[in-house]
C-alpha cells in the first residue's frame, strides 16, 4: 500500500479501532540501492578524475504524516561520524576527495532541519575561513581527511596520503550555530600528537575537538556510505508507545560533483592556494523520496515503495526547505533522482522500498544474552593508514543477534583498555556489518588511520534478551612521515621535500618577514597564486631545481643563522 499522507490520515480517521500500541511488536525494513554517476560509454562504474564520484550522502528517517519528526534511522558517516556538515573553512570552497575544510551545509539540509537539533558552528581557530594551507599553529594530525589536492592529483576514488597530513580542527563559535553535529572521530586526540621538526612550535593544536564527540548524538545511527549496486537495509523496531497511525519514511541523497546545466554554483577557489581543490562540487540539490505507510489498525502497511522524487532540498544548505518537483532534476545513473537505482522490492518497482512485518517471537525465560564477540586484528591487514578487522559472530540461542555495535578509539600506548558503558560510547562507530548465523566471521575494512599509533577495537552484540559483555583487540599501525602542506611550492619542488632543512628555514624566514612587514606579506600572497605552477613546470627539470637551490641555498643558510641567534 503507497497512500498519500493525506489519504492516508482520512482513511486512518475512518478505520475500525486500532490494536493498542505496543500489542504486537512491528519491525520497519528500508532498503535501497545507490548508483554511480557514469559517462557515455561507461559499461559499469568508472572513476573518473574531472568528474570524481564519491558515493552519496543518506539520511533516513520516520515522521508523522503531519512533519513531526519521530526517529533517525541512519546517516551515513560523513556527516555522521566525520562531521562534514559542520567543520572549519568557508561552505562555498572548493572539494576533493576527503577535502579537509569547508562545512557542506548542503550535505542533507532536510534531515539536519527536521531533527531541529542545533550546535556551536565550528570555525577556523585562525579565523581564515578561505584559506587551505596556513593553518600550522593551529593544526594537529589529521586521521581521516586527506591534504587538499590539485585537480591533477585526483586519480582515483581512494589514493588520497590520509594519515600524512595536519589540519585545523577549528573551534567552537558559541554565537553561531550549525543543524549538523561536529565531527566525533578525534577521541582522546591531544595526549597523542607524534613530534614533528616544525618551523612554527609543535603543530600539535586540536582546538575544541576535545568536546565535540560529547556534541555528536546521532553517531549511533551512523553507517558506511553504501557501495554502488548493492542493496543497503535499515531496519527499526517501531517504539511501543508510537501512538498507531500514519507516517512517513524519507531518504535524502546528497552528492557532491552532480552539476547540471540548471544547477550549477560557483565554488570558490581557496584564496591562498587557489589551484588546490576541483570546481564542479556544488551542483544538483539533495533530492528526497517520501513513502509513506500506516502503522497499526486495519489499514497497517505491510509493503511500500517510492519510484520517484519527492522534492529536492535547498541547494545551499541554509534552510530545511523543500521545493517540489520542477522536471529540472537528472534522472541518469547516479545523478539527482538517480542517485538511487530503481529496483524491484517491496511494494513494486522503486527507489526506496518499505516493508513492515511482525517481529519474531523470543522466549527469554530460557534464553539469556549473546555471549562475547571474538575480535581481532589480524597483523597483515593492520596498515599505516588503514586496518582490516575480523569478527566472529556469536548467536541469539539459533539465531542471528539483532545488531552489532563495534567501535575503535586511539589509545595510549601501555596498559590495558578498561571500558565501561560511558567509555564505549565515546568510542567511534565502525563501519556495521550484518548479523549473520554464529560462526560467521566478517571483515571490516577501517580506513583514515593515523600512522605509528594504537588503537582498541570493542564490539557488542545486541540481542533480544540483552547485551552481550564488551569484548575487544588492540593494534599499532606503522609509521609514515608527516607533511604539511605549508605554501613554500618552490623550494620544496627545488629540495625534494616539505621536510628538507632548507625549507624549514626558508619558512622561518618568510614568518618573520610577514610578521613585520604589510610589503612582505602581499609579497608572500602574490608567491602564494603563482608558486604552484611554478613548482609543477620545475619538477619536471633536474637543471632547473639546481639552479633554484643554487639561489636559495645561501638565502636559506642565512635564515638558519638568524633562526639560531
Not at 553561531?176 to 613530534?195: E, H, I, K
Request: a negative charge.
Amino acid at each position: 500500500m503507497n497512500l498519500s499522507a493525506a489519504m492516508a490520515s482520512m482513511l486512518w480517521a475512518l478505520a475500525p479501532t486500532a490494536s493498542p500500541p505496543g500489542a504486537p511488536c512491528t519491525a520497519v525494513e528500508v532498503s535501497f540501492t545507490t548508483d554511480c554517476l557514469r559517462k557515455p560509454g561507461d559499461a559499469g562504474c568508472v572513476f573518473h578524475a574531472d568528474a570524481p564520484d564519491f558515493g552519496p550522502q543518506i539520511a533516513v528517517w520516520v515522521e508523522r504524516a503531519d512533519g513531526t519528526f519521530i526517529d533517525t534511522l541512519m546517516v551515513t558517516n560523513a556527516t555522521a561520524i566525520y562531521g562534514i556538515g559542520n567543520r572549519p573553512g568557508d561552505w562555498n570552497l572548493r572539494s576533493g576527495p576527503r577535502f579537509p575544510y569547508g562545512r557542506r551545509q548542503m550535505a542533507l539540509p532536510v534531515w539536519a532541519h527536521a531533527r531541529g537539533k542545533t550546535y556551536p558552528l565550528v570555525v577556523m581557530q585562525d579565523g581564515m575561513e578561505d584559506h587551505l594551507g596556513q593553518h600550522e599553529d593551529d593544526s594537529s594530525p589529521e586521521p581521516h581527511f586527506c591534504r587538499p589536492m590539485l585537480a591533477t592529483e585526483i586519480v582515483d576514488a581512494v589514493t588520497c596520503p590520509s594519515g600524512t597530513f595536519r589540519s585545523d580542527k577549528g573551534r567552537l563559535d558559541p554565537s553561531a550555530v550549525s543543524y549538523y553535529p561536529p565531527r566525533t572521530d578525534l577521541f582522546d586526540s591531544g595526549s597523542l600528537c607524534p613530534p614533528i621538526i616544525e618551523d612554527r612550535g609543535t603543530s600539535c593544536d586540536d582546538g575544541d575537538s576535545a568536546q565535540y564527540g560529547f556534541l555528536d548524538d546521532v553517531d549511533a545511527v551512523a553507517a558506511a556510505t553504501p557501495p554502488f549496486g548493492v542493496q543497503t537495509s535499515r531496519g527499526w523496531i517501531v517504539p511501543a508507545a508510537l501512538a498507531p497511525g500514519p507516517y512517513d519514511v524519507v531518504v535524502e541523497v546528497g552528492k557532491e560533483f552532480d552539476p547540471d546545466d540548471g544547477h550549477r554554483l560557483p565554488s570558490l577557489p581557496p584564496s591562498d592556494v587557489p589551484d588546490y581543490g576541483a570546481e564542479g562540487n556544488l551542483g544538483q540539490p539533495s533530492v528526497i523520496f517520501r513513502v509513506p505507510i500506516v502503522v497499526g489498525g486495519a489499514l497497517a502497511t505491510t509493503e511500500a515503495a517510492a519510484a520517484h522524487l519527492d522534492g529536492t532540498g535547498d541547494a545551499t544548505g541554509a534552510t530545511g526547505a523543500i521545493s517540489p518537483p520542477d522536471g529540472t532534476i537528472s534522472t541518469a545513473p547516479g545523478s539527482g533522482e538517480g542517485r538511487l537505482a530503481t529496483t524491484a522490492g517491496p511494494g513494486g518497482l522503486g527507489r526506496v522500498h518499505v516493508s513492515l512485518s511482525a517481529c519474531e517471537p523470543f522466549d527469554c525465560a530460557s534464553h539469556g544474552p549473546p555471549g562475547a564477540v571474538p575480535v581481532e586484528a589480524p597483523a597483515d591487514g593492520v596498515k599505516a593508514t588503514s586496518a582490516t578487522l575480523r569478527f566472529h559472530q556469536v548467536g541469539d540461542g539459533a539465531l542471528p543477534v539483532l545488531a552489532y555495535e563495534a567501535r575503535f578509539a586511539r589509545v595510549g600506548h601501555t596498559g590495558d583498555v578498561s571500558l565501561t558503558a560511558e567509555d564505549f560510547a565515546r568510542w567511534t562507530p565502525l563501519p556495521g556489518f550484518a548479523p549473520a548465523a554464529p560462526d560467521t566471521t566478517s571483515d571490516v575494512a577501517l580506513d583514515g588511520l593515523a600512522p605509528q599509533t594504537e588503537y582498541a577495537v570493542g564490539v557488542v552484540a545486541h540481542g533480544r534478551c540483552g547485551d552481550s559483555p564488551i569484548s575487544y583487540a588492540r593494534f599499532t599501525t606503522p609509521a609514515i612521515k608527516y607533511v604539511q602542506l605549508s605554501g613554500c611550492f618552490v623550494a620544496t619542488a627545488a629540495f625534494g621535500s616539505p621536510l628538507a632543512e632548507e625549507v624549514n628555514s626558508l619558512r622561518r624566514l618568510r614568518d618573520r618577514a610577514t610578521a613585520a612587514s604589510g610589503l612582505a606579506r602581499a609579497a608572500v600572497d602574490l608567491y602564494y597564486r603563482e608558486g604552484p605552477a611554478a613548482a609543477r613546470a620545475l619538477a619536471t627539470t633536474d637543471v632547473g631545481r639546481a639552479v633554484v637551490r643554487r639561489t636559495l641555498a645561501p638565502v636559506a643558510a642565512l635564515a638558519a643563522a638568524l633562526w639560531r641567534e
